[in-house]
């Protein structure tokens, strides 16, 4: 690992430090054989030392369900950790689409090269390409293994799992499982979980909250608890610690995440030293149900599968958007996504069909109910109506409403149930929600952050996605992760473990007990006027406006600043009620909102100083002609790996330059 130089402020934003890079994945063979290659020669650890060791796995969704169980089964004690009172209501379960797999079943000439390909063109060439061809190599594993643990894929007529299309490719590679694909999934790993529950390897700790990690000779050793019960403060410790503890749309305040997604974990981890990867690259996502009104808290995903069938416009003239949409004929339909993108259509990626929808709205052609908004270019508070149809009518009159129900009805029914609306009879509306993020803890090709002993899986970790992940990949990456990667080359590590026992008196674990306390101590004691939740729902508007669908220098800027003096007064008037020693969802939220506040600012940061625009992130000062991201490889062509350089101090940057080898850098292009 490469040390921090004390380079001179940049604008006094952020500091430069040394380039970083990954030195795990082997040099001098082809992509191919990388992985084969690295297995090899891991170092192993033999079953009977295994059981002298303990894993602590915080995360219980597909990537850390997984890991868990693929651990427990290899013969390590397994120390599991979720702050739900069920493994099995991880945030993973609310996964509907599909996972995408290079099985080739439709013959549409698919392959483990191209999977690779769409992924490192989706993600607009700035993921790890290692790493990817590593996920396409294992996703064929995964359905094998899902299906041996009897997840129903739905299958065709005769008996063969069926696949269907997500956005940024032109084959059919995503397995499905109706509308409830995540829900199977994890209901998968939950039962691999429980196996080894009842065997003894895994020991499960529901509604224990991580607040900090130990870390002793530099070395991750474990992780301080909060039950959220009782309010016990409990120290844990083992010979590794692996965070798959999802990701942190939520900072955003309204999201497709569940309310109780966040980014304490790897937020505490950031402060003791794992870098963080892109923080600001965030998935928008093109399908989800409006927002109707400000009292609002959570925003709902309509499944991208529903563009395979859907079809989305908006009218051509404005004067037509108030109309039913029934009575628009089809000449004065735009069908904006199938004219811009023709070879691709209304499968293009969600950071380019979320933009078009932007794009549309911002030209008055949106449709639905007018909402208030500031106008950036103007300053003025304006009413616009954002939202775009999804349209099934073609569909049910091409494959007939039942057709269309058996693929999709859970869908439409949750649809109806929300807005009130028939999907079948009027065109769904839809518009772009902050849902996915690519950004996270930054992990080398074995998944171990900067700080040895403790790695990342899942979304937790900055990912294989670069700056735009396509659909379906989020579930192949967890479980690749998961079941695949963790479970091979963790042992490389543990090779030189057990380590020393920790005492309960170790000044490591007395440390880390002591800053969780103060801390619950100090949000206690503050009782401010202000609620929690107004202070995130103040940091979400802050963060959608100016680090969403579109960003500009001066508005980063403006946002850094306002962010700075919410968070000041967060720690000086926020109200949070009731004790530590009893049920406290205040207290819990006001600690995980207090970690948003800080990255908030660090998405802020890394977002300005990635002068281009690349997948998700869309920098207005650089695009092209036609309104399309105009990505600068020459300049930025890296990873920006962050390090936390103290409160109040500006982050350092830390370079991973990005080699392309197997794959040859372009403009992304889906016309
Ligand atoms: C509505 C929706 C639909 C989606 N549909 C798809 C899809 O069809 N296909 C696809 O590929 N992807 C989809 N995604 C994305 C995908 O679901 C997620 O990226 C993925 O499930 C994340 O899995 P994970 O295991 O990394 O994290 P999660 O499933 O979020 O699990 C996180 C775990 O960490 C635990 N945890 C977190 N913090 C702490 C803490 N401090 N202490 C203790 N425990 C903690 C939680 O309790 C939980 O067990 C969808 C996402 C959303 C929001």
């Not at 690295?38 to 915080?58: C, D, E, F, Q, S």
């Not at 844990?236 to 999201?255: E, I, K, P, R």
Request: glycine letters at 10%; one cysteine or more; aromatic letters at 10%.
């Amino acid at each position: 690992m490469t040390q921090t130089q004390t380079a001179p402020a940049t604008d006094g934003y952020w500091r430069v430090g040394d380039e970083i890079a990954d030195t795990k994945a082997p040099k001098g063979v082809p992509v191919q054989e990388k992985w084969s290659e690295h297995k090899a020669h891991v170092r192993l650890v033999n079953p009977a030392n295994r059981r002298k060791m303990t894993i602590i796995v915080v995360g219980t969704g597909l990537a850390g369900g997984a890991a868990a169980a693929t651990l427990g089964e290899a013969g390590y004690n397994v120390q599991n950790f979720c702050y739900q009172d069920s493994p099995r209501r991880a945030h993973s379960i609310a996964a509907q689409g599909g996972i995408n797999a290079a099985k080739n079943y439709k013959n549409d000439n698919d392959s483990t090269f191209r999977l690779f390909y769409d992924t490192v063109k989706g993600g607009d060439y700035r993921a790890r390409e290692t790493n990817v061809y590593r996920l396409a190599e294992v996703s064929a594993n995964i359905i094998d293994q899902c299906v041996a643990q009897g997840v129903p894929f739905a299958r065709e007529y005769g008996g063969l799992l069926d696949n269907r299309s997500f956005g940024g490719v032109q084959v059919q590679r995503t397995f499905y499982a109706r509308g409830q694909t995540g829900q199977q999934l994890l209901i998968g790993a939950y039962q691999s979980l429980e196996r080894q529950v009842a065997a003894g390897t895994v020991t499960m700790h529901t509604r224990h909250e991580m607040l900090e990690v130990i870390i002793k000779d530099g070395k991750a050793r474990g992780i301080v608890t909060r039950n959220m019960v009782t309010g016990a403060i409990e120290a844990w410790t083992g010979d590794a610690v692996v965070l798959a503890t999802g990701g942190y749309g939520n900072v955003f305040f309204l999201s497709t995440n569940a309310m109780g997604c966040n980014n304490t974990a790897a937020w505490r981890a950031h402060r003791k030293g794992a870098y963080f990867g892109n923080p600001c690259y965030t998935q928008i996502h093109p399908t989800c149900i409006p927002v109707h009104g400000t009292s609002q808290s959570k925003l709902t995903l309509m499944s991208e599968s529903l563009r395979n069938d859907g079809r989305i416009w908006v009218p051509k003239r404005a004067e037509d958007c108030p109309k039913d949409p029934r009575q628009i004929p089809e000449e004065d339909r735009d069908y904006y996504l199938e004219r811009i993108y023709p070879a691709f259509g209304n499968l293009v990626p969600r950071d380019i069909a979320s933009r078009q929808a932007k794009n549309v709205c911002d030209e008055g052609r949106g449709v639905g109910p007018k909402i208030e908004e500031v106008d950036h270019h103007t300053g003025q508070v304006v009413q616009r109506a954002r939202g775009v149809y999804l349209d099934f009518a073609e569909a049910i009159g091409r494959l007939g409403k039942n057709a269309v129900e058996a693929k999709y009805g859970n869908l439409f029914d949750m649809y109806a149930q929300i807005t009130g609306e028939n999907p079948y009879e009027t065109p769904m509306r839809i518009y772009p929600a902050v849902h996915y993020t690519m950004g996270g803890i930054w992990v080398d090709y074995d998944l171990m952050t900067t700080i040895p002993g403790l790695y990342a899986a899942g979304e937790a970790n900055f990912s294989d996605h670069g700056a735009n992940r396509l659909g379906a990949s989020a579930l192949m990456q967890g479980l690749a992760d998961g079941y695949w990667v963790l479970p091979n080359t963790i042992n490389d590590y543990l090779a030189d473990a057990p380590f020393p026992k920790l005492a309960a008196d170790d000044p490591s674990v007395v440390e880390a007990l002591d800053s969780v306390k103060a801390r619950i101590d100090r949000l206690l004691s503050i009782d401010g006027t202000r609620t929690v939740d107004s202070f995130h729902k103040a940091l979400g508007v802050l963060m959608w406006e100016y680090c969403g669908m579109e960003r500009t220098e001066e508005g980063l800027k403006y946002a850094i600043g306002e962010i700075r003096k919410l968070r000041d007064e967060f720690w000086s008037n926020v109200k949070v009620t009731g004790v530590n020693e009893d049920f406290n969802q205040t207290l819990e939220r006001a600690g995980r909102v207090a970690d948003f506040l800080e990255l908030g600012e660090l998405m802020c940061v890394d977002a300005l100083h990635r002068r281009e625009s690349c997948g998700g992130h869309f920098r207005a000062e650089s695009q092209t002609e036609d309104g399309e991201a105009l990505r600068h490889d020459d300049e930025f062509l890296y990873v920006a790996a962050w390090e936390f350089a103290g409160t109040g101090q500006p982050p350092v940057l830390h370079r991973e330059r990005l080699v392309y080898e197997a794959i040859e850098l372009k403009q992304r292009s889906y016309k």
